[in-house]
């Protein structure tokens, strides 16, 4: 069974796709890790910001996902980035290259096989019901306000010690949003077959137990 879940930055995609994977015993797959693994590999090796640099040296690119005790771990050319991707400047880029359809086109050949090979999986991003698995099982939309997102996000940071200004972060996630909703290549958007969830007065329990219950509804009719 395929669980696809998309949603805009802080919808709260990846915490949730994450504990109804451990809870089905499903595969989690992050999409978004691998763009923003290119993304790093851009920085760290100044490749010049041009598809057909991108595409070359993605060519000579390994890029891991791995189940771990810890949760999924990220590894690029065999190291450990799961950290490293997570920084403002790497989601800006990951976002930016992101409307490159040859760059998507690679990537979601991938994001395939790895779907495909694990069998049972949550696979989180912009595209995973529209584009990857356009015939998952189970497809979820989740949205929430900009300004929820940008608390959520707030108190994540604040919680590493950061104290980033809220307007910032708001002016953040409408940049984002207008970047992943507005490209010609692959929009974020709702699939038409996807139950929309709005998690802005939700917590996350509660969407979890949506989405299980949806699951074993949709288990038990196949
Ligand atoms: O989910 P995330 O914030 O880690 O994703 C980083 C960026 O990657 C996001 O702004 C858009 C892009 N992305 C995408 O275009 N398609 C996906 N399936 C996943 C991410």
Redo the contacts with the bound molecule.
């Keep these: 069974m395929i669980i696809a879940i998309d949603g805009p930055?802080g919808s709260g995609k990846s915490t949730i796709a994450k504990l109804v994977a451990q809870k089905l015993g499903f595969t989690y797959i992050d999409?978004?890790?691998m763009?923003?693994a290119v993304a790093l590999k851009i920085i760290k090796t100044k490749t010049p910001l041009k598809v057909s640099e991108i595409v070359k040296m993605m060519e000579n690119t390994k890029i891991d996902l791995v189940q771990t005790e810890e949760g999924l771990k990220v590894y690029l050319d065999g190291e450990d980035v799961t950290e490293e991707i997570r920084t403002e400047d790497v989601?800006k880029l990951?976002?930016q290259i992101?409307r490159y359809g040859e760059i998507r086109k690679r990537l979601v050949q991938f994001q395939r096989k790895l779907g495909e090979r694990a069998g049972n999986v949550v696979i989180e991003?912009?595209?995973?019901g529209t584009v990857i698995f356009p015939n998952a099982e189970l497809k979820i939309y989740l949205t929430a306000s900009p300004e929820e997102r940008a608390r959520r996000r707030y108190e994540q940071l604040k919680e590493k010690g950061f104290n980033v200004p809220f307007e910032h972060l708001v002016e953040k996630i409408r940049e984002?949003d207008k970047m992943?909703m507005e490209r010609k290549e692959s929009p974020l958007k709702p699939a038409e077959d996807s139950v929309i969830i709005d998690t802005t007065d939700k917590t996350i329990d509660e969407v979890v137990e949506i989405i299980i219950n949806l699951a074993k509804e949709r288990m038990k009719k196949s």
């Design positions: 930055v999409t978004g890790a763009y923003r989601a990951a976002s992101a991003g912009r595209d995973t984002r992943d």
